[in-house]
């Protein structure tokens, strides 16, 4: 079974409005972390925002937010007022086996990505 | 450095050369991973560094893959005998650490190499 799924290859916005990018997560371990990345043409990673399993708020930053429900397992991507520059490729990842006996290795498996493209 | 630097950014060779492939993390950074990204495969995981050790190696795909590190710096990942389904973009990732305190550190990325095997 997948660990994360991202169920839109694909997604339109207009411009100054809000999208969600959705992910759902797999996991039996109580103590994970959800990250998002996003991916321009230009190829770079860069890190939008993180929520852990046991943070009672959803994360906010910025114009990023993250909609979290945990008994649904899923950590969903919300932008607001969205710029032309937000055009990318969009990965939900997962690091599994936090504060677990021992030490969480911190790899990081990734969704199949979104692909969101902002309409001025 | 600011950044992850990772080079050389292209490569292309021909099907059974070997490659080396550079990562230079971001200063103290004691975390050091590897990324494959593939059109087929999406972003997969190959091999993680605790300073010069590799506790995690299950995502190298095969015997030919090998990595190393030194000083607690400077990762290469050498491919042997490169095949056409080699071709991909590596990416290195750091992150300060691992440990419990530090969960929600996130990792960073390099801007890859993109190998090209013909």
């Known amino acids: 079974a997948q660990k994360i799924t991202q169920t839109q290859p694909g997604m339109f916005v207009q411009e100054k409005e809000a999208v969600t990018l959705d992910c759902t997560y797999d996991t039996s371990d109580q103590s994970y972390g959800l990250f998002w990345y996003k991916q321009p043409s230009s190829g770079e990673m860069i890190f939008l925002i993180y929520?852990?399993?046991?943070?009672?708020q959803n994360a906010t930053e910025g114009r990023y937010s993250l909609n979290f429900q945990k008994a649904r397992k899923s950590a969903n991507l919300v932008i607001s007022a969205s710029q032309l520059g937000d055009s990318a490729m969009y990965f939900c990842a997962m690091r599994e086996g936090l504060w677990a006996g021992g030490t969480s290795y911190g790899k990081l498996t990734f969704g199949q990505g979104t692909i969101l493209t902002v309409h001025p | 450095g600011a950044g992850v630097s990772q080079s050389p950014s292209n490569k292309v060779t021909e099907k059974g050369k070997d490659v080396e492939l550079r990562c230079d993390p971001i200063s103290g950074h004691t975390a050091l991973y590897w990324y494959r990204q593939s059109l087929g495969q999406g972003l997969e995981f190959l091999i993680y560094f605790q300073g010069n050790s590799a506790p995690d190696k299950s995502g190298l795909p095969s015997d030919r893959f090998s990595a190393e590190r030194t000083g607690g710096s400077v990762s290469t990942l050498t491919i042997q005998r490169t095949q056409q389904e080699d071709s991909a973009v590596y990416l290195c990732?750091?992150?300060?650490?691992?440990?419990?305190?530090?969960?929600?550190?996130?990792?960073?990325f390099g801007d890859g190499t993109r190998l090209s095997i013909l």
């Open positions: 990732a750091s992150s300060r650490s691992t440990a419990t305190a530090d969960s929600n550190q996130p990792q960073h």
């Open positions: 929520q852990g399993s046991y943070d009672e």
